[in-house]
């Protein structure tokens, strides 16, 4: 099973921008090569909902509409990153971060498919 370690947040003002990351480690070469990889977030007294996820090759995404056009998810294989790159943040944004992996699944947004989740980065978007 793959480990999952993000980086990336802090506290920004609204406006800003933020780069996160996530690490796999482990069965890296099989597993997050052949895993949907995706982002979800969890504020303060809420559930955790889905952001965005992409594909095992990178050829596609989806995201929450709340961040369309403002986020994007990429990801590196070779390197076995993922990444959300987080534009125009906005107070409503403020949440910890947690990436997963859908082991298996070429594509999905369903929370329920994805079996590895990292800790998770705290990001904090000032008004």
């Known amino acids: 099973q793959v480990q999952l370690v993000e980086s990336g947040g802090g506290l920004v003002q609204a406006g800003g921008s933020l780069r996160l990351s996530c690490v796999a480690s482990?069965?890296?070469?099989?597993?997050?090569?052949?895993?949907?990889m995706g982002w979800f977030r969890q504020a303060p007294g809420k559930e955790r909902e889905f952001v965005a996820t992409i594909s095992w090759t990178g050829d596609r995404t989806d995201y929450t509409d709340s961040v369309e056009d403002r986020f994007t998810i990429s990801r590196d294989n070779a390197k076995s990153t993922l990444y959300l790159q987080m534009n125009s943040l906005k107070p409503e944004d403020t949440a910890l971060y947690y990436c997963?992996?859908?082991?298996?699944?070429?594509?999905?947004?369903?929370?329920?498919?994805?079996?590895?989740w990292g800790q998770g980065t705290q990001v904090t978007v000032s008004s």
């Open positions: 997963a992996a859908a082991g298996s699944y070429y594509f999905t947004s369903r929370q329920a498919d994805f079996g590895s």
């Open positions: 482990g069965d890296t070469f099989s597993t997050f090569s052949t895993s949907a």
